[in-house]
Every structure is written in structure tokens, then in C-alpha cells.
């Protein structure tokens, strides 16, 4: 797997950069992207549209070639055709980062078993971590919430948090099932490293983490696939796999390979 982020800043954004790129994407794509109210909502959807057409577009796909869909649940895939092996993509956003993991499609066609996500490590403004604890507690299996309120600095704790939270999107956003799944189903231990899904090993699946120093390190992510086998793997993400691009840089550059 490999891990494409782009950092967005609204403010170094200019409107005639979203104007010129949204033609890039097709038309089903635009009509969902100009629906948002908010332009930065607006474009880091048109972003994260954009990321899996200029890799596309590296493997020597046209642009006028590129087909995609959505299951039932609302994954997104790749359908061009002659593509391959196969694509395997999931896309996420949190804030000031529009990431895409990638890999082969192997297992769990037609979206694949492939998924990320990255969150910015930040509490809401006037709430105590431990407040922030309970809000979500729900979520939490008792031990993953032991670990978070262990007897560490509130940095690492929520550092610990995030570090669960984003596994447990990427892992159910791999499986494409949409909202309503119980995250308690599944539980991250973050000290032993260990991931179980309804009190079993999570077999045959990969985890991979990473940070974004880019951004002062304050980006925590994980992208999940699921491989086959009966181990668990949980790595950090390798420095070769893992790309950040300026939003600007990265717009721009598309505009030119692909118009």
C-alpha cells in the first residue's frame, strides 16, 4: 500500500485554481462537488476526486477514459477498463489533509478491501480531554479506554486516541460498510499492538500508520487492507509509501498533465 496526502490550506487556495480543475473530473463528480455550500468543503471534495485520476493518469490512462462508481454503501471504484492489475483506493479527509491509500486490487471486489483515514490531533475548543473521552466512550472497548486514560501526558493520550480511532475507520471503511457499525466491535491495543474484531485476532488484515511531519506532526493516520492469512500485521507506513503534495502544487500540476 502507499499513502498520497495533500495538504490543503483554504486561505493559499485561489478560487480561479477550483474553477480551472473542476472540469478534470467528470460530470457525475462535479454535480456532487459544486452541491457543497462551503468552497473549502467543495474543494477538498474536488481534491480527493482528483487524486485517484492523476494516479490513473501516471499509468497512462486518458482522461476521458476514467470510469468509476459506487457500491451500495457508497465506496467509490475504479471501473476503466484495461487497468491492470487491478486499483484498490479509499479516500478521507480531516481539516487541512485529503489522503488516498492505494494499492492492488486483490481481495473483496469490486471496491477492494482497501482503507484509510487521518484525523488532526485536537480536542474540541472548551472541553477537558477527559470530557472528550466520555463524549465518545461509547465507541470504546473498556481496555482501549484504560490505555487512553492511563498515566501518560495528555499529548500521548491523545495521541493514543486518534491513533484508535482512525484504525477503526480505516479498518470499517475497508470493509465498505457504511455507517452502524459498533466500533466496540473492534479493539486497537495500542501498547501490545494487538487488533481483535469481536474478541478474535483480525486475521489477514495489513495496518499500516503514519504521521505527517509536514504538518508538525499533528496528522495521525492509518490505511488497512486485507491481505488473506491468518496474521495480523501492524507497521508503520514506509517512508517511500507514504507522498505529501501542496494542494496548489498538486491542482496545478494536474491541470497541466491532464487538460
Given at each position: 500500500m502507499q499513502v498520497w496526502n495533500v495538504l490543503y490550506d483554504p486561505l493559499e487556495f485561489p478560487d480561479s485554481l477550483y474553477h480551472t480543475a473542476l472540469p478534470l473530473v467528470d460530470q457525475t463528480a462535479q454535480n456532487k462537488i459544486t452541491k457543497f455550500y462551503r468552497r473549502e468543503d467543495a474543494c477538498r471534495s474536488l481534491i480527493g476526486n482528483l487524486l485517484p485520476r492523476v494516479l490513473l493518469q501516471k499509468r497512462g490512462v486518458g482522461k476521458d477514459d476514467m470510469t468509476f462508481a459506487t457500491t451500495d454503501t457508497g465506496k467509490p471504484y475504479c471501473t476503466t477498463p484495461g487497468v491492470d492489475p487491478p486499483l484498490a483506493f479509499n479516500v478521507t479527509h480531516d481539516e487541512g489533509v485529503i489522503a488516498m491509500a492505494f494499492g492492488t486490487g486483490d481481495l473483496g471486489p469490486p471496491a477492494f478491501n482497501i482503507?484509510?483515514?487521518?484525523?488532526?490531533?485536537?480536542?474540541?475548543?472548551?472541553?477537558?480531554?477527559?470530557?472528550?473521552?466520555?463524549?465518545?466512550?461509547?465507541?470504546?472497548?473498556?481496555?482501549?479506554k484504560n490505555l487512553i486514560l492511563a498515566d501518560v501526558t495528555e499529548e500521548e493520550a491523545i495521541r493514543r486516541f486518534y491513533r484508535i480511532w482512525t484504525l477503526k475507520e480505516a479498518y470499517t471503511k475497508a470493509l465498505g460498510i457504511g455507517l452502524g457499525f459498533d466500533f466496540r466491535r473492534i479493539e486497537y491495543d495500542v501498547v501490545e499492538e494487538k487488533v481483535s474484531v469481536d474478541g478474535e485476532p483480525a486475521r489477514g488484515w495489513q495496518f499500516l500508520k503514519f504521521e505527517l511531519p509536514q504538518c508538525g506532526h499533528n496528522y495521525v493516520g492509518f490505511a488497512a487492507k486485507f491481505v488473506g492469512g491468518r496474521g495480523t500485521s501492524i507497521s508503520e507506513l514506509s517512508e517511500g509509501c507514504l507522498v505529501c503534495y501542496d494542494a496548489v502544487s498538486f491542482v496545478n500540476r494536474a491541470i497541466e498533465e491532464m487538460s
Open positions: 482503507g484509510v483515514d487521518v484525523m488532526k490531533l485536537k480536542i474540541p475548543p472548551r472541553t477537558t480531554f477527559t470530557e472528550f473521552v466520555d463524549i465518545v466512550d461509547s465507541q470504546l472497548t473498556t481496555r482501549e
